[in-house]
């Protein structure tokens, strides 16, 4: 079974600061992805950025980026410029590459971005 | 539609009624997933559904839980004799392949309250 960990349940970062939430996993598939979602207060969950095992290049979408080091099993979300509307749960999460699979999320950092 | 629905919105029920939690995927998704969200809790897989079959069911934690999904578009959550315990955000999903790569598309969820 796979486990996602989040190690960091709130953290806080000035507007315009940079911030990295942590995430590691324990698995011994070698092939599979890696996930961020955000879940604002309205409840729904977004994709924010996705990061496939078996590519070395670290996935960036704009002011997102990971740092994804698979023999660590470590998979952290950098977010540069931090906006006010970023204040949000952040949730980690795994899939196996498999075709019918299901994600296996972390329990969470809550980030609240301050003035 | 436009994007996953989820109804109710809020449910508040007393313990031992029934509750069912409808949930509305983006049209054409193939993909439907029921996940928990328990307070301060990462979330928790409970069913996945592949057209109107469930190929793993193995989150749903009681004989009390059970899913449908019909026509392999609206899908029906239902709880008998709720419990206590059973107080969770419930979160639905869905995602256009089935070899997915794993962007799923989440609801608003349904807040589900036992008294």
């Known amino acids: 079974a796979q486990t996602v960990t989040q190690s960091q349940p709130e953290m806080s970062v000035q507007e315009a600061e940079t911030v990295t939430l942590s995430c590691t996993y324990d698995t011994s598939e070698n092939n599979y992805y890696l996930f961020w979602y955000k879940q604002p207060p309205s409840r729904q969950m977004i994709l924010v950025i996705r990061q496939e095992a078996y590519k070395q290049q670290n996935a960036t979408e704009n002011r997102f980026s990971v740092n994804f080091q698979k023999a660590a099993k470590s998979f952290s979300l950098k977010i540069s410029d931090s906006q006010l509307g970023d204040t949000a749960m952040y949730f980690c999460?795994?899939?196996?590459?498999?075709?019918?699979?299901?994600?296996?999320f972390g329990t969470g950092t809550r980030l609240q971005v301050t003035l | 539609g436009a994007g996953v629905s989820q109804s109710p919105s809020n449910k508040v029920t007393e313990k031992g009624k029934d509750v069912e939690l409808r949930c509305d995927p983006i049209s054409g998704h193939t993909a439907l997933y029921w996940y928990r969200q328990s307070l301060g809790q990462g979330l928790e897989f409970l069913i996945y559904?592949?057209?109107?079959?469930?190929?793993?069911k193995s989150g749903l934690p009681s004989d009390r839980f059970s899913a449908e999904r019909t026509g392999g578009s609206v899908s029906t959550l239902t709880i008998q004799r709720t419990q206590q315990e059973d107080s969770a955000v419930y979160l639905c999903a869905s995602s256009l392949n089935r070899v997915t790569t794993g962007e799923l598309f989440f609801g608003e969820g349904s807040r589900l309250t036992v008294l």
């Open positions: 559904f592949q057209g109107n079959s469930a190929p793993d």
């Open positions: 999460a795994f899939m196996k590459h498999e075709a019918a699979s299901k994600l296996t």
